[in-house]
């Protein structure tokens, strides 16, 4: 895809100072294999893009004075259809995302005039230059696993899966917030999906893409989990768990063949970190973590991940198991295709957040919240259930930590914690940390409980409401605070 030859579809290629339906166009940015990126901005007095003789208003509200790009696909006369539809496919999905972790959508011209994407430019660069600088801190992997999979955890939830989840498309805004971009080979649940239609060739990036990638599978937001998994491999260790094959044999490999465990490559990384990764990259959707919002949550709670074998495991698989898999895998393909969207996937691993007055609440009232907690449990067989409690901390640092028997306050509740869940745990066999707990310490305890929710992406709080009015009247109804401010469902429970 080198420059020579190239005949872009406009009649002209672009250059600094043009306008194109409005847009000045500036400095270019970026040359990549399928697009130019170029700076631009807005002339006065004329509309971009779609919007223009809409009577519509020179730029969609609230982007006023936002940095621009334009994306421009780089064509070469027809000969390339995948980055043909490839933009078509972003140029539809761009303007269906929302919120920090997506550059803003901003105005697109489609292939009857001049393919063009406006969006937010980023202020920041992307992780692909750190790949040089692998291994990196440990820390430093960990942070930025934990900022990809929550921004993952967004995109999912509005029904998207990336599918090209690589260095060069993850950005990250000054704050650090992180920003995916590229969503030529993405999937969404609600639009049609151009790729899937005209195409039957794996699509993906080589060392990311997933198995069921690999067999033709595009709805599966675990998918883009694997991709993560193959980045903090790279990030920790300095190498590659696959390679960079660049044939469908190739990518065929990682249906069958282990990657080498991180701690054999590098003895200070974690036993967790490595099961955290490892798990990432099993084979099966279903042995990874199951949404991106667990594999966040693990990230930034370490000491909560269960280990298995696969965290002190320090060889990659043997001859034989290597041979099964191989035997098995072959005409295996086309996989089946799992019959839930994204949004069914995510909805069947939720996470399900139980705040619990350990200390304060009425015997009957912790009775009545363990059989609502269990209940919601028992008809979702993939959630997660995380035990909260807070304790109410004054402002000023000069809190009782210890009670009257001279046992930190702390401790007692977090033991009340897991006092309180264990039934729910032996039946339903919660151990595989699906179940954790957390004390929190805070001033309002409504305001730590919404907190909490919002950080680790819960999808359901079930608390307990105050009965005795006196003491509602006196202390105010955190209950009700909650439902006033989460974002996610909440139920309430009265003994
Ligand atoms: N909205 C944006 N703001 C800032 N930089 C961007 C933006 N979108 C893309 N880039 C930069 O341009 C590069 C190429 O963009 P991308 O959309 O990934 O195109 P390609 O299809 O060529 O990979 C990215 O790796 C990133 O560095
Ligand atoms: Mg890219």
Redesign the pocket.
């Known amino acids: 895809m080198d420059a020579e030859g190239a005949t872009d579809t406009q009649t002209a290629p672009l250059k600094a100072g043009d306008v194109v339906d409005g847009w000045r166009i500036e400095e270019k940015?970026?040359t990549?294999?399928?697009?130019h990126?170029w700076r631009v901005s807005a002339v006065a007095g004329e509309v971009g893009g779609e919007a223009r003789g809409e009577g519509a208003p020179l730029l969609p509200p609230g982007t006023e004075g936002l940095p621009l790009?334009m994306?421009v696909p780089r064509i070469k006369g027809g000969e390339d259809p995948a980055s043909i539809v490839?933009f078509e496919v972003e140029r539809m999905i761009l303007p269906a995302l929302q919120g920090p972790h997506v550059?803003r959508y901003v105005a697109r011209g489609d292939f009857t005039r001049t393919p063009y994407i406006v969006?937010?430019?980023?202020d920041g660069?992307?992780l692909?230059p750190r790949l040089d600088e692998a291994p990196l801190a440990i820390d430093e992997v960990i942070e930025i696993g934990s900022r990809v999979a929550t921004a993952l955890h967004e995109l999912h939830r509005q029904h998207l899966v990336h599918l090209d989840i690589k260095p060069?498309?993850i950005?990250q805004r000054p704050d650090g917030t992180v920003?995916l971009?590229?969503f030529?080979l993405s999937r969404h649940d609600r639009l049609p999906d151009l790729l899937e239609e005209e195409f039957a060739l794996p699509m993906g990036t080589g060392p990311y893409m997933s198995p069921e990638q690999v067999q033709y599978v595009r709805n599966d937001p675990r998918s883009d989990l694997f991709a993560l998994g193959v980045i903090l491999y790279h990030f920790a260790t300095g190498e590659r768990p696959f390679g960079a094959p660049d044939s469908v044999r190739g990518l065929r490999r990682r249906l069958y063949v282990d990657p080498v465990p991180p701690r054999a490559i590098r003895r200070d990384c974690p036993p967790w970190l490595q099961e955290v990764i490892l798990k990432c990259l099993e084979v099966k959707p279903e042995r990874r973590w199951q949404s991106a919002a667990q594999l966040a949550l693990a990230l930034q709670d370490p000491h909560q991940v269960p280990l298995t074998a696969r965290a002190e495991r320090l060889q990659g698989s043997g001859a034989l198991l290597r041979f099964k898999r191989w035997f098995f895998a072959i005409g295996s393909e086309p996989a089946q295709r799992p019959r839930l969207g994204v949004a069914t996937q995510l909805m069947k691993s939720p996470i399900v957040m139980a705040a619990v007055d350990v200390d304060n609440a009425a015997p009957a009232l912790l009775e009545q919240l363990r059989e609502t907690v269990r209940r919601i449990m028992v008809t979702e067989p993939g959630a997660r259930l995380a035990c909260v409690s807070v304790m109410k901390t004054a402002r000023i640092g000069m809190d009782e930590l210890v009670d009257e028997q001279g046992r930190s306050v702390h401790v007692r509740q977090l033991v009340g914690l897991k006092h309180w869940a264990r039934p729910i745990s032996r039946e339903l066999d919660l151990d595989d940390g699906r179940l954790t707990f957390h004390v929190l310490e805070a001033p309002d305890v409504a305001g730590a409980i919404v907190e909490f929710a919002e950080r680790n992406q819960a999808d359901h709080i079930v608390m307990g409401a105050r009965g005795n009015s006196a003491m509602r009247r006196y202390l105010g109804s955190v209950s009700s605070q909650v439902v006033a401010q989460a974002e996610c469902t909440v139920t309430v429970v009265r003994a």
């Open positions: 940015l970026h990549g294999g399928m697009a990126l790009i994306k490839g550059p969006m937010e430019r980023i660069v992307s692909r060069s498309n950005l920003v971009v590229d030529g």
